[in-house]
């Protein structure tokens, strides 16, 4: 089993849509969650940290559920440069931090 | 602030070949890590240095890789001799504070042919 799994996509919706994504991670000792933005043949750049409180950043919402061990990424009036693959990423403390990645969801939004 | 630099940005090499890949953080980051991602699989971490020192190298796949980090600065990432599963995209990421505020590099695309 995956450490991080989401869906690979592709998700192809129009302008304007709403579009969620979700992720599940096996540890429960996972502490620091995140999610990336991965534009084609280009590095991974943070997008958004993820709070139990839940959080917003314009028009990305971040929800995390730790009970369930899932975390959720809603995109609302979907722009052509929203087109991306968003990547679901932990951290674990006792193991030093370092990054653990889903495979990524990829997002198309057609005109 | 110049970002994090990664060179070559690509490179191809034969079997057996080696490659030594370069990574200079961003000023002041005593953090760095190398991540790789294959072809089809998810990006997976590789190994952290703090300042010149190796924090934790679980996760370099095998003694053809070898990472140093001398002075606490550039890093580099040798490859010998390469084999043809080495091929992927290798990311070097810096971060002053351990855990948060990741900065990744361009990445280093290696095809081993």
């Known amino acids: 089993r995956k450490e991080v799994e989401q869906d690979p996509g592709p998700f192809n919706v129009p302008e304007g849509a709403t579009v969620a994504f979700n992720c599940t991670y096996s540890?429960?000792?996972?502490?620091?969650f995140f999610w990336y933005r991965q534009d084609c043949r280009k590095e991974p750049k943070l997008l958004m940290s993820v709070y139990s409180s839940g959080n917003e950043d314009g028009r990305f919402t971040a929800q995390l559920n730790r009970a369930s061990q899932y975390i959720s990424l809603l995109i609302r009036d979907s722009k052509l440069s929203d087109s991306a693959t968003y990547l679901c990423v932990v951290t674990v403390f006792d193991a030093g931090n370092m990054l653990t990645f889903g495979g990524g969801t990829r997002l198309m939004v057609k005109p | 602030e110049a970002g994090v630099t990664q060179f070559p940005s690509h490179s191809v090499i034969e079997k057996g070949q080696t490659v030594t890949l370069r990574c200079d953080p961003i000023s002041g980051h005593d953090n760095l890590y190398w991540y790789r991602r294959v072809m089809g699989k998810e990006i997976k971490f590789l190994l952290h240095?703090?300042?010149?020192?190796?924090?934790?190298e679980s996760g370099m796949p095998n003694n053809r890789f070898l990472a140093e980090r001398t002075g606490g600065t550039y890093s580099t990432l040798k490859v010998q001799p390469a084999e043809l599963e080495d091929s992927g995209v290798y990311f070097c990421?810096?971060?002053?504070?351990?855990?948060?505020?990741?900065?990744f590099g361009s990445g280093t695309r290696l095809t081993v042919v």
């Open positions: 240095f703090v300042k010149e020192s190796k924090q934790d």
């Open positions: 990421a810096s971060s002053q504070v351990l855990g948060y505020g990741y900065t």
């Open positions: 540890n429960s000792a996972s502490q620091s």
